[in-house]
């Protein structure tokens, strides 16, 4: 191998159209080959399905969040998955569930694909090494109840296909109503909602409380009469439910005013900022994307009310020194021979980092009202440089080894608008090899909103050796610092497209930034 190689995006494509052009080639050369192949291996799945536990999954219908459900069949099917829902009631030795539950039966072409994505992923031997994530579940990744089925019966159960799932939004109680409650049950699209609806007023109850037969849990969005025709266009095609409401909730509430919101990415760490840029974008949530050169100009709090840092930088050291710099400027801008750098930001050189003047910059916007929110090893950050200054770092022995396994957490401060939504203390989230934090014992009770248990037993989906070295750990940290927060996730609740039933805490942050104290 070479000892030292320059290696950019070109030698990327060029990589990537090398194999694409050698694929088909093969494909050229043998194409009776290829097909009776892939004919084997589909018959093979689908023999194999009919033998070999478990036979199939079910998602069961009636779940109080239908559009992670929504995710969650749909992303099977962009696989090939086969998908079906059941046209009567399903009586498994699992269990009985309704109608309209998702069947996913084992004996298809694509059977084996499906049993991957959905089954708990194992590991008997922990000294076992791997190139990259040892946990994808998708149940546990999307927070969806998903249910493996051993008994045979599955693969005859009457389902109708599935080409796409689109869970469509209800008003309930007619337009003649004071107010509607858009109920929080944990969809990510609240925060689309209220982008959409960015100029009506909308307020969120602190407290769950009935209406009639309905439980209208914490987080959920009040919205008077006046706007009902525009906020039942708006559910629909959302999957929300909105509750008709004879008066306004006699429970505390506050205002979901919107943020003025920026993603900061250092040049030299750029892949975790993307998939944070790509939710923003599917979910509707504006954004200015900003680097070092915006951070030295300063006054950050007079253009934002919030700052997304996602993770990156391999620690705090990392994020404010970012490239080393070289002996002549290294420049990222548009030139008549590269005309598409530049698009989405420039600089004259991408070395350096923000350095101690852009922690300063960081230091006075949070002081003078902002929220800073980390992801992942961006945490160790605030800690590292004084920004969050009683919160300590560390990081794991070498004899721990975690890569991206799916564990517990406990969330301790539930009335936080971090966990409007949740409805569960034990949530799965995804390992990050984030920070190890501290935080003193006089502050844990206020600052430490969610913990990883540790151990063992904590471990749902992948590999984590030494699972006691998390034990007791924050896993989500809230510091007040002058008048404004430090928000710091030692988790990544925006992870690859992936961990969907984490993106509503990162949601809530940005939605409810001027209450996360309460």
Same mark, same amino acid.
């Given at each position: 191998?070479?000892?030292?190689?320059?290696?950019?995006?070109?030698?990327?494509?060029?990589?990537?159209?090398?194999?694409?052009?050698?694929?088909?080639?093969?494909?050229?050369?043998?194409?009776?080959?290829?097909?009776?192949?892939?004919?084997?291996? =589909?018959?093979?799945?689908?023999?194999?399905?009919?033998?070999?536990?478990?036979?199939?999954?079910?998602?069961?219908?009636?779940?109080?969040?239908?559009?992670?459900?929504?995710?969650?069949?749909?992303?099977?099917?962009?696989?090939?998955?086969?998908?079906?829902?059941?046209?009567?009631?399903?009586?498994?030795?699992?269990?009985?569930?309704?109608?309209?539950?998702?069947?996913?039966?084992?004996?298809?072409?694509?059977?084996?694909?499906?049993?991957?994505?959905?089954?708990?992923?194992?590991?008997?031997?922990?000294?076992?090494?791997?190139?990259?994530?040892?946990?994808?579940?998708?149940?546990?990744?999307?927070?969806?109840?998903?249910?493996?089925?051993?008994?045979?019966?599955?693969?005859?159960?009457?389902?109708?296909?599935?080409?796409?799932?689109?869970?469509?939004?209800?008003?309930?109680?007619?337009?003649?109503?004071?107010?509607?409650?858009?109920?929080?049950?944990?969809?990510?699209?609240?925060?689309?909602?209220?982008?959409?609806?960015?100029?009506?007023?909308?307020?969120?109850?602190?407290?769950?409380?009935?209406?009639?037969?309905?439980?209208?849990?914490?987080?959920?969005?009040?919205?008077?009469?006046?706007?009902?025709?525009?906020?039942?266009?708006?559910?629909?095609?959302?999957?929300?439910?909105?509750?008709?409401?004879?008066?306004?909730?006699?429970?505390?509430?506050?205002?979901?005013?919107?943020?003025?919101?920026?993603?900061?990415?250092?040049?030299?760490?750029?892949?975790?900022?993307?998939?944070?840029?790509?939710?923003?974008?599917?979910?509707?949530?504006?954004?200015?994307?900003?680097?070092?050169?915006?951070?030295?100009?300063?006054?950050?709090?007079?253009?934002?009310?919030?700052?997304?840092?996602?993770?990156?930088?391999?620690?705090?050291?990392?994020?404010?020194?970012?490239?080393?710099?070289? =002996?002549?400027?290294?420049?990222?801008?548009?030139?008549?021979?590269?005309?598409?750098?530049?698009?989405?930001?420039? =600089?004259?050189?991408?070395?350096?980092?923000?350095?101690?003047?852009?922690?300063?910059?960081?230091?006075?916007?949070?002081?003078?009202?902002?929220?800073?929110?980390?992801?992942?090893?961006?945490?160790?950050?605030?800690?590292?440089?004084?920004?969050?200054?009683?919160?300590?770092?560390?990081?794991?022995?070498?004899?721990?080894?975690?890569?991206?396994?799916?564990?517990?957490?406990?969330?301790?401060?539930? @009335?936080?608008?971090?966990?409007?939504?949740?409805?569960?203390?034990?949530?799965?989230?995804?390992? @990050?090899?984030?920070?190890?934090?501290?935080?003193?014992?006089?502050?844990?009770?206020?600052?430490?909103?969610?913990?990883?248990?540790?151990?063992?037993?904590?471990?749902?989906?992948?590999?984590?050796?030494?699972?006691?070295?998390?034990?007791?750990?924050? @896993?989500?940290?809230?510091?007040?610092?002058?008048?404004?927060?430090?928000?710091?996730? @030692?988790?990544?609740?925006?992870?690859?497209?992936?961990?969907?039933?984490?993106?509503?805490?990162?949601?809530?942050?940005?939605?409810?930034?001027?209450?996360?104290?309460?």
């Amino acid at each position: 191998p070479y000892k030292e190689v320059d290696w950019s995006i070109r030698n990327s494509t060029n990589y990537s159209e090398t194999g694409v052009l050698s694929a088909l080639q093969l494909v050229a050369a043998f194409p009776q080959v290829i097909l009776e192949n892939f004919y084997k291996k =589909s018959r093979n799945s689908i023999e194999a399905g009919k033998k070999d536990p478990p036979f199939g999954y079910l998602i069961p219908a009636g779940q109080s969040d239908m559009t992670r459900v929504a995710v969650v069949v749909n992303l099977l099917r962009i696989q090939g998955i086969e998908v079906g829902r059941a046209t009567g009631e399903v009586k498994l030795k699992e269990g009985t569930y309704p109608a309209g539950s998702f069947i996913v039966k084992r004996d298809q072409p694509y059977g084996r694909l499906a049993k991957i994505l959905l089954e708990k992923q194992n590991f008997p031997d922990a000294n076992l090494r791997t190139y990259d994530d040892t946990a994808w579940t998708m149940g546990l990744m999307a927070h969806t109840k998903i249910v493996e089925s051993a008994d045979l019966a599955v693969l005859s159960v009457p389902v109708e296909p599935v080409d796409r799932f689109e869970p469509k939004g209800v008003m309930s109680g007619g337009n003649s109503a004071a107010f509607y409650a858009v109920t929080d049950n944990g969809s990510n699209n609240m925060i689309t909602l209220r982008y959409r609806m960015k100029d009506v007023q909308v307020r969120a109850v602190e407290q769950t409380f009935k209406s009639g037969s309905h439980d209208i849990p914490a987080g959920s969005f009040i919205i008077a009469k006046e706007a009902y025709d525009r906020l039942k266009a708006t559910i629909e095609p959302l999957g929300l439910t909105a509750v008709a409401l004879a008066d306004a909730p006699t429970v505390a509430m506050h205002a979901v005013d919107l943020p003025r919101l920026a993603v900061y990415s250092t040049w030299g760490n750029t892949q975790e900022v993307g998939w944070v840029r790509h939710a923003f974008d599917q979910f509707e949530i504006p954004f200015d994307l900003i680097y070092k050169e915006r951070i030295k100009i300063g006054n950050l709090r007079a253009t934002y009310d919030v700052i997304v840092i996602p993770n990156q930088g391999r620690g705090g050291k990392g994020l404010v020194y970012d490239i080393e710099p070289r =002996s002549k400027p290294l420049s990222y801008t548009r030139t008549d021979r590269f005309k598409n750098l530049g698009s989405y930001g420039s =600089s004259a050189d991408i070395t350096g980092g923000m350095g101690l003047p852009g922690v300063m910059e960081f230091q006075k916007f949070v002081e003078e009202g902002g929220l800073l929110i980390t992801l992942g090893e961006a945490s160790a950050f605030p800690a590292e440089f004084g920004i969050a200054r009683r919160v300590e770092t560390a990081r794991t022995t070498p004899q721990f080894y975690a890569p991206g396994p799916i564990v517990q957490a406990e969330i301790l401060r539930s @009335a936080n608008p971090v966990f409007y939504g949740y409805s569960d203390r034990m949530i799965p989230v995804r390992w @990050a090899n984030g920070p190890l934090l501290t935080v003193p014992e006089r502050d844990r009770e206020q600052q430490v909103l969610m913990r990883f248990p540790g151990g063992d037993p904590s471990v749902l989906s992948g590999l984590m050796k030494g699972a006691n070295e998390i034990r007791g750990r924050p @896993a989500i940290v809230d510091v007040p610092v002058g008048q404004g927060r430090v928000l710091m996730f @030692a988790t990544n609740p925006c992870y690859r497209w992936q961990n969907f039933g984490e993106f509503g805490m990162l949601f809530n942050a940005v939605m409810h930034y001027k209450n996360l104290g309460r």
